[in-house]
């Protein structure tokens, strides 16, 4: 009896699938905070029903002095503290109210999740060298296999959990569930729910592209899901990740938005230069800035000369710590780790379009300042179709901005810039339902074929 009842035990342990462990949901203070203008305490604004401060009794006005031991000075060094915070954790917040100081001990409340009008929010995890990193997968309500799209962010470490104010890619994610199609994101080691030493800011783009690879490969197992028809959106820097994950792993097709078909210093140059006219700036001081910066870039980026030789060098003394490519003294460079660019510089682009030998589609928004024009679309479509004859496609998205919003002309961006208007809130508001409408047709033709 004794021995059967081992094997079932070993039976049972042999059929819990790798990685299925829970990763916890992190936790947060939920509140608004502010700091006080001698620096030795950080004000309470406000504070969210539900939430953890709630529990802990945290009322408006409020000044908390210490969490968790950590004496507090700026909102910063409560971030800090709370950005470790997960569910469950018992944390403590020494805070005052007038005269009176207090001591509150609580259990840590999650933050919230996303919810979806169109279908279910699934938050599961991808295991990735000794670290779980957050997966965020939304199903359609009533589709049974249903495509998948597998949103690949641009340049930053801004989390992909957006259970809070609204989105533009929370909207676009929405509008795909919405036409049938189930949505998958990752967050960045470091980023989000996500656990581990690796750190988003801390890593370089080779490794962020294997993280995004093991992704996929998750994705893939997930049950439910036809691997036969999965896509890749990669967005921004997203759309030189995309074509390296296809080369490596067979998906259907991707599409790629907003991005760049060239190395990443001849991008840079080419935005130093005609970027700049968007913002108005004087064709001399162009040529000026182009000439100054331009053989940093190089040396950085081509040469791949060490932050120490580039600091050394006499000629760049005046020009190194501003305009691009933004190095700071502390070695990042654009918040990213040194060798973040010099690796996104060395990606062979048309080898991976190449050999992904997938149905590609390049979108370039009308007035995307960011990928600049239509140059990089076309190319990649030309590409594409060279080496795989028919695969490859590129439009135009009217009136769409690089960060999927909706916008009328040129100049009412640089105007909504320039007054401080261009915000999350508005872009996710002016959604350009058109990116959604080109993308679901697009794979209904390829899945047809």
């Not at 969210?48 to 945290?58: D, F």
């Not at 750190?199 to 962020?208: F, K």
Request: some cysteine; aromatic content about 10%.
């Amino acid at each position: 009896m004794i021995r059967e009842l081992i094997l079932l035990v070993i039976c049972v342990l042999l059929m819990v699938p790798i990685g299925a462990q829970v990763l916890e949901r992190k936790g947060s203070l939920g509140a608004v905070i502010e700091a006080n203008a001698d620096s030795t305490a950080v004000l309470i604004k406000r504070v969210l029903p539900g939430s953890t401060a709630q529990k802990l009794g945290l009322q408006e006005n409020d000044w908390v002095v210490s969490a968790d031991g950590v004496k507090l000075k700026l909102p910063s060094d409560l971030i800090s503290v709370t950005e470790h915070w997960r569910e469950g954790d018992t944390i403590q917040l020494d805070y005052q109210r007038h005269d009176t100081y207090y001591v509150a001990k609580e259990a840590v409340v999650a933050k919230p999740k996303e919810t979806s009008e169109f279908g279910d929010v699934i938050y599961g995890h991808v295991d990735f060298n000794e670290n779980q990193l957050r997966s965020i997968l939304i199903r359609p309500h009533g589709v049974d296999h249903p495509p998948v799209l597998f949103y690949l962010q641009g340049y930053g470490c801004a989390s992909q959990d957006y259970y809070h104010s609204p989105h533009p890619v929370k909207v676009f994610v929405e509008d795909m569930v919405r036409r049938g199609v189930a949505v998958y994101r990752m967050e960045k080691p470091g980023v989000g729910d996500s656990r581990g030493d690796l750190r988003c800011d801390e890593i370089g783009y080779h490794l962020e592209v294997d993280a995004f690879a093991a992704g996929l490969r998750a994705l893939k197992r997930v049950d439910g899901i036809d691997s036969t028809r999965v896509f890749l959106f990669g967005h921004s820097l997203g759309g030189i990740t995309a074509p390296q994950l296809a080369a490596q792993i067979s998906v259907r097709g991707m599409v790629n938005y907003g991005s760049v078909s060239t190395s990443w210093y001849e991008y840079l140059m080419k935005m130093m230069r005609e970027q700049s006219l968007f913002f108005d700036m004087d064709y001399q001081a162009i040529e000026e800035r182009v000439r100054t910066r331009g053989p940093i870039v190089y040396d950085y980026l081509v040469k791949r000369h060490s932050l120490e030789s580039l600091q050394s060098n006499p000629a760049y003394a005046s020009h190194l710590y501003d305009g691009l490519p933004h190095i700071s003294e502390s070695g990042k460079v654009m918040m990213r780790h040194f060798d973040f660019m010099p690796e996104i510089n060395s990606v062979d682009i048309t080898a991976a379009l190449k050999n992904a030998a997938t149905h590609t589609l390049a979108l370039q928004g009308e007035f995307d300042i960011a990928s600049i024009d239509e140059e990089w679309a076309k190319y990649e479509a030309d590409v594409v179709n060279a080496y795989h004859p028919g695969k490859g496609e590129w439009r135009i998205v009217e009136k769409a901005e690089h960060g999927l919003a909706m916008i009328e002309s040129r100049e009412q961006q640089m105007a909504l810039r320039a007054s401080g208007e261009f915000t999350l809130d508005y872009m996710a508001s002016h959604y350009q339902t058109a990116i959604g409408e080109i993308v679901f047709d697009w794979i209904q033709k390829i899945l047809d074929n």
